[in-house]
C-alpha cells in the first residue's frame, strides 16, 4: 500500500495567463499558493485479483486499464505501462470543482504514488510535467499548467511560463512574520456550489485561440496585475495586494459569462461592505470558493457571510507539494507487480496476419519487378 498526500493551491494573482492560447503568445505569469488541504491517494498492488479497482465518486471493476472510464487515472497508467492488477482509492478533503486544482491534485498524487511503485522516485518538476503532458496533450483539456505545477512543488510560488511551455518555478521566501500576515488576512467561503470549470475555460481558450482583442487585452491585463500582486507581497505591501485583487477580479468577469454571477456579485458587494478590500472566486469562476483579503474587520465580515449562508474553511499555507507519506508495499505485492509486468513484456508481439500467396503474387505481377513485397512494416 502506498499513500500520496498533494495540497490544493489558491490563486492570488494571473490566473488564465497559463494557458496554452495565451502563453505561446505572450508567455503567462501565475503566484499561487498551497493550502493544508488535500488529496489522498491510496494506490495497491493485488497478490492474487488481476483486475483493476479504481474508487472516486464511483467504484470501478474492470480487468483491463483501456476499460477505465476515470480518465486521470485510466492514461496515468497507461503511462507506466500497467495494463492490470492495481487499486486506487482517492479521498478528499475539498469537493471537486470548487475551483482549487482537485484534478491536477489527483493526478500528481497518483503519479507520485506509481512512481514510487516502480521504484523510480520522480522530483516534482518531472511529476508536474507528466501531469501535464497527460492533461494537456493525452486528453486535450482546455486548462492551463499551474494546477499541476502547484500540486507537485505547494508553497508561496511563482510561475513564469515561456511561449514554448516551459515553465519556471520560483519559491517566494518572505520573512516569517509577513507570510504569518498574509495566511492570517485571507478568509475562504465556500458559495456551496460546485461547477465544471471545463465549460469556462473552453470559452476562454476559444477566444484566445481567436485572437478576440478583448480576451487577450484582459488576459494581458491579468498578467501585469499578477506581477504587480507578487512585487507587492514581496515589498510587504500587503494592502496593496488587497487592492490588486479587487482590480483583477473586475478584469476576470470580463473574460467569460459564466465566471461570476448576480449571486457571487452580491455576496462580493456585501464583502466589500463589511471589512474586504479586495478578493475573487477561486479557479476558472462561477462557483466554488469565494477568497478575501480582510485586515481589519474580520469578525464583522465573518459574520456577513454566514448570515448570507457561507461558510468558511479554515487553512493554514503549506510549504511541502505532493509526497509520500505511507509506503508498504509487501513482498508478495511487490512481487506480484513485477511478475504482471515481465508477463506483459514477454506477451507475444501481434504481427499482421499473413497474406494469401495468391495475393502476393498478383501484387508481384502488378509491380513489374518479379519480387514480392513484404506485409510486415
Not at 96 to 109: D, E, K
Not at 134 to 143: G, V
Not at 164 to 175: D, F, H, I, K, Y
Not at 219 to 243: P, T
Request: aromatic share 6%; charged share 25%.
Amino acid at each position: 500500500m502506498i499513500i500520496t498526500k498533494t495540497p490544493f493551491r489558491l490563486t492570488l494573482g494571473g490566473g488564465g495567463t497559463d494557458l496554452p492560447s495565451f502563453y505561446r503568445e505572450h508567455g503567462g505569469f501565475v503566484l499561487a499558493v498551497g493550502i493544508d488541504k488535500h488529496m489522498y491517494l491510496n494506490v495497491n498492488t493485488p497478490i492474487l485479483d488481476d483486475g483493476i479497482r479504481v474508487q472516486y465518486s464511483r467504484t470501478e471493476l474492470v480487468q483491463h486499464v483501456d476499460e477505465v472510464q476515470h480518465t486521470l487515472a485510466r492514461e496515468a497508467l497507461r503511462l507506466f505501462g500497467i495494463s492490470n492488477g492495481i487499486e486506487i482509492v482517492s479521498v478528499a478533503d475539498i469537493p471537486s470543482g470548487t475551483g482549487l486544482g482537485s484534478s491536477s491534485c489527483y493526478l500528481v498524487g497518483l503519479l507520485n504514488a506509481l512512481h514510487t511503485l516502480t521504484q523510480s522516485p520522480g522530483a516534482p518538476e518531472t511529476l508536474a510535467q507528466e501531469a501535464c503532458h497527460i492533461e494537456l496533450e493525452r486528453l486535450r483539456k482546455p486548462i492551463g499548467k499551474q494546477d499541476q505545477y502547484m500540486a507537485a512543488f505547494g508553497g508561496l510560488t511563482k510561475l513564469e511560463i515561456a511561449k514554448n511551455g516551459n515553465v519556471r518555478s520560483t519559491r517566494l521566501c518572505l520573512p516569517r512574520e509577513l507570510m504569518e500576515t498574509l495566511e492570517h488576512n485571507i478568509l475562504l467561503f465556500y458559495t456551496g456550489g460546485v461547477r465544471d470549470s471545463t465549460k469556462v475555460l473552453e470559452q476562454q481558450n476559444s477566444s484566445a485561440e481567436k485572437k478576440l482583442d478583448g480576451v487577450l487585452a484582459n488576459l494581458s491585463q491579468i498578467k501585469d496585475i499578477g506581477v504587480e500582486i507578487c512585487d507587492a507581497i514581496v515589498r510587504g505591501n500587503l494592502h496593496r495586494f488587497g487592492q490588486l485583487l479587487d482590480v483583477h477580479w473586475e478584469v476576470k468577469k470580463r473574460l467569460s459569462k459564466g465566471v461570476s454571477n448576480p449571486q457571487i456579485d452580491a455576496w462580493y458587494q456585501l464583502a466589500r461592505r463589511n471589512g474586504a478590500i479586495g478578493g475573487k472566486i477561486s479557479g476558472a469562476g462561477g462557483g466554488g470558493f469565494l477568497m478575501l483579503y480582510c485586515e481589519q474587520n474580520k469578525a464583522r465580515l465573518r459574520e456577513a457571510m454566514r448570515r448570507a449562508g457561507l461558510r468558511e474553511l479554515n487553512f493554514r499555507f503549506e510549504f511541502e507539494g505532493s509526497k509520500v507519506v505511507f509506503d508498504m508495499v509487501s513482498r508478495d505485492g511487490r512481487l506480484a507487480h513485477i511478475h504482471r509486468q515481465e508477463s506483459r513484456a514477454r506477451a507475444p508481439i501481434a504481427w499482421p496476419a499473413p497474406q494469401p500467396l495468391s495475393d502476393l503474387v498478383g501484387k508481384t505481377r502488378e509491380g513489374g519487378n518479379g519480387k514480392a513485397s513484404s506485409s510486415l512494416p
